[in-house]
């Protein structure tokens, strides 16, 4: 499947596809910027949404320790920005295909568009998942320690720890939408994937295994489980879509 960046055709000069790039990457970075903004006013609610798990585990004494005093403004910053990634993910994919689609044709266009839909909402499934999981995460981390000892947190190491758990499974369950594109570009096959199942099984357990951040085995579950499941959805979406 050829691929011609920029507005109207493959003869568009190349400054004229540059400035296109420019255009499109100063948007986003203004809705990132306005992202940011947003995401260091709500600092507070945000913070005690990322919080929540770990008061589900210790509700008496869930409070971070803080023994830097630039890690309150580091933190803060930190949040803000992960916030505007979060919220501007849309917007990101939506420039990058707006820049793309113009040079493909009419179906690979609605192609584009779903896969933008279904990347967006994937990620969003796999964050949500890892969210729901980070309970389970923290209790594991606190029992494996031993009961001698008194967990008091930093924020820092908290935050990237969550926020590292939020990404690495968005990104992971991103998975059958790479697969359904390999389909459609002809370099695999749902037989030949049928055939592999087994495996795929395994790669995908070694994989999860290397890729959950916390290393308990419930998040490894509730990321290995879904993933077992999208590699036979993405088969049943390359048959519908007419590969063999």
Known sequence: MAIHFGRNSAS??????LKELRSRLLQMFLVLSVGVVVGFMLYPQLLTLLQHPYCRVSPKHCNFLVTNPLEGLSVRIKVAIYFALLIGLPAIFWHSWRFITPGLKKRERAYALSFVAASVLFFLMGATTAYLSFSA??????NIGGQQLTTYYSPSQYINLFLLMLVAFGL???????????QLADLVTPRGLLRQWRYAIILITIAVALITPSGDPLSMFALGLPLVFFYFLAIGVGRLLGKK
């Open 172 to 182: 992971t369950f991103e998975f059958p939408v790479a697969l359904v594109a390999l």
């Open 12 to 17: 568009m000069p190349l400054s004229e596809h």
């Open 137 to 142: 995460a923290i209790t594991w981390l606190q």
